[in-house]
């Protein structure tokens, strides 16, 4: 039963390894900050520049407010609609569709965890228009998108401009990464107090049970 | 006072004498190892099942127009609704694996044998009722995951002869999975449950009337039987802790590790999604089902995969007590089995290839190869032991005079 106890995580790890090969090997990855700042300013283009498009139908101009983003901004946003109401594309479905050859913008609120690689691959989809050969736009990790590259990283003249698309693109990714599951940096803080209780808790348990079994781990074993 | 009231209660119910026959007397052997506590976990898993569910299902909305939406609400909106969930959802997953180690530490230590064959069985009946439940649970999320995942299934029981395309409506509630599949599996997610808490007694009266096996596989004399309380109440509250440590550090810090990303895109039925496969805990019996290229065998194969389990006191036909460390040709089977499972989940997870199909058949070759050549093998390895004499340590049991297994 040791043997099993070692190998066990081993082929575990294999596993893992083979999977994380197949799935995410062409998404860079990418350090996503969760500081307001940034959740502000990827919220800015997404309030502003996505939602000509995509919706967040979860996601409410309250929702933002919590989150602490400045009131001003969040005022302009949502220009005179009430503060319960979603995030909605501007642009009417029926219209996108026929703009986009039948493909409707898909709504972004869970739009982070809906895809293997979450963060990563948004922000590898974002920066990962580019001129083919042929010089047509496509994009390494989803060629066949209707989406146009809204961050024209395709464009970018020079580095400056690239740095700046990056930069963009993961702002946007942080804020999507944010809205896909809202109480996740709760949680976290949350998840450490309750583990070290039950860390506490446990050491507690065992000593207890030692004491109990003092008597009984005398005898010799069976 | 107390003992006033305790002997008014006992003239009108047992309750002292079920205290004492149950815990504070109940014989329990000294020598159980750690992993005699994954029974206790899993009866510890469901009643934490039991408790978030009842209290998901207050905030959850069994329409197929709102329920992907009413889990969203759940998640956002409702206080602590996020942790409601990803408990119950983790806790579905904590509920296989430690019930997957209970049945590989009985395996281990032939516990299924004379005179716990009905123990064993009842623990089967058990496993069947965890896996309809998880699998009706699946669909509720009404993801995409959940949506094909649920279609995937509920056609397999086509092959039923004759009536296979009406089982398969009355099945769903309608041609397709929908509002009345959503419903029905919503009613029963909720009913079946409770059934599996009254299994739970029957398992645990066989368990009180046959008691534990243990690690030596021999009975042990009336001296080396230690109460249950307060040795292995104590012994389990401390498994519970390091349990609750693991199962939090999933809960809080990688909730998703249990969820596909596709379950978070909304059912479609106009979209199959590339690449549809189960949960984790089902890959296994996936594989073997994929395994068979016709449908009627597919079928058979994976409810096979599962039932055969039961046969297990037939097909293990050695008398020699002990269980796997004391038998060896027994003990490379157990391990070859159980790397085996890992290569069937390993395969139940992927696209089909051809290299996978083929890594898949071999894989569903040994699987049942190695049941059914348990009662040949196990035969021998009896008559080469007895032969040669028993291993010291067995001996040694013996010697010591301890009653049971000749």
Not at chain 1, 26 to 50: M, Y
Not at chain 2, 107 to 130: K, M
Not at chain 2, 203 to 225: C, E, F, M, Y
Not at chain 2, 353 to 380: C, H
């Amino acid at each position: 039963m040791k043997k099993f106890l070692t190998g066990l995580p081993m082929a575990l790890l294999a596993c893992a390894a083979l999977s994380a090969q197949a799935t995410e090997a062409k998404l860079e990855q990418v350090e996503l900050a969760n500081d307001l700042p940034t959740l502000e300013r990827g919220a800015e283009t997404v309030a502003t520049v996505c939602t000509g498009c995509h919706g967040l139908k979860y996601i409410k101009f309250r929702d933002l407010l919590n989150l602490g983003i400045d009131k001003d901004k969040v005022e302009a946003w949502r220009n005179g609609q009430p503060l319960d109401n979603t995030l909605q594309a501007q642009m009417p479905e029926d219209a996108a569709r026929a703009a986009f050859n039948g493909a409707a913008p898909p709504d972004l609120s869970l739009m982070a965890a809906a895809r293997e690689g979450g963060g990563n691959y948004l922000y590898s989809y974002l920066t990962g228009y580019h001129k083919s050969e042929k010089g047509e736009l496509t994009n390494s990790v989803f060629p066949g998108t209707q989406m146009p590259d809204v961050l024209a990283g395709a464009d970018a003249a020079d580095e400056k401009q690239r740095a700046d698309v990056e930069a963009k693109a993961k702002e946007v990714s942080s804020f999507l990464v944010w809205a896909a599951d809202p109480h996740a940096q709760e949680r976290k803080r949350m998840g450490y107090y309750v583990l070290v209780y039950v860390a506490f808790m446990t050491v507690l348990l065992y000593l207890w049970k030692k004491r109990i079994w003092r008597e009984i781990d005398k005898r010799p074993k069976i | 006072m107390v003992n006033r009231v305790l002997s008014w209660v006992d003239q009108r119910f047992p309750l002292t004498f079920f205290i004492k026959h149950e815990l504070t007397d109940y014989p329990t052997p000294r020598n159980l190892s750690y992993w005699w506590n994954f029974g206790f976990l899993a009866g510890f898993v469901l009643v934490l099942q039991l408790a978030t569910g009842i209290f998901l299902a207050m905030h959850y909305k069994a329409d197929s127009g709102m329920a992907f939406d009413s889990i969203q609400h759940i998640m956002r909106d409702v206080n602590y609704g996020w942790l409601l969930r990803y408990l119950h959802s983790t806790g579905a997953s904590a509920f296989f694996v430690v019930v997957y180690v209970h049945m590989a530490r009985t395996l281990y230590y032939g516990s299924y044998r004379a005179p716990r064959e009905l123990l064993w069985w009842t623990g089967q009946v058990l496993l069947l009722l965890l896996m309809a439940i998880s699998f009706m649970g699946y669909l509720l999320p009404w993801g995409q995951m959940s949506y094909w995942g649920a279609a995937v299934i509920t056609n397999l029981f086509r092959a039923t002869p004759y009536i296979g395309d009406q089982v398969v409506i009355w099945l769903r509630g309608d041609y397709g999975v929908g509002d009345a599949t959503l419903t029905r599996f919503f009613a029963l997610h909720y009913l079946f449950p409770f059934i599996i808490a009254g299994a739970v007694v029957i398992h645990l009266v066989a368990l009180h009337t046959v008691r534990s096996s243990n690690p030596s596989g021999i009975n042990l004399a009336d001296k080396d039987n230690i109460p249950f309380h307060p040795y292995f109440t104590i012994k389990d509250m401390y498994g519970m802790g390091v349990y609750l440590f693991i199962f939090f550090l999933f809960v809080f810090f990688f909730p998703n590790t249990f969820i596909e990303p596709a379950n978070n895109v909304p059912a479609n039925p106009m979209q199959t999604p590339p690449h549809i496969v189960p949960e984790w805990y089902f890959l296994p019996f996936y594989a073997i089902l994929r395994s068979v290229p016709d449908l009627v065998g597919g079928v058979v194969a994976m409810g096979l995969s599962v039932m055969i389990f039961a046969a297990m006191p037939f097909m293990d036909r050695s008398k020699i007590p002990g269980g796997a460390n004391y038998r060896p040709w027994y003990r490379a089977m157990f391990y070859l089995f159980i790397v085996d499972i890992f290569v069937l989940g390993y395969v139940g997870s992927q696209p089909v290839t051809d290299n996978i199909v083929l890594l898949g058949r071999i894989a569903t070759f040994i699987y049942f190869g190695t049941f059914l050549l348990l009662p040949f093998v196990s035969k021998i390895e009896e008559k080469r032991m007895r032969a040669r004499a028993l291993p010291p340590a067995l001996q040694a049991l013996f010697d010591k005079g301890v009653e049971g297994g000749k």
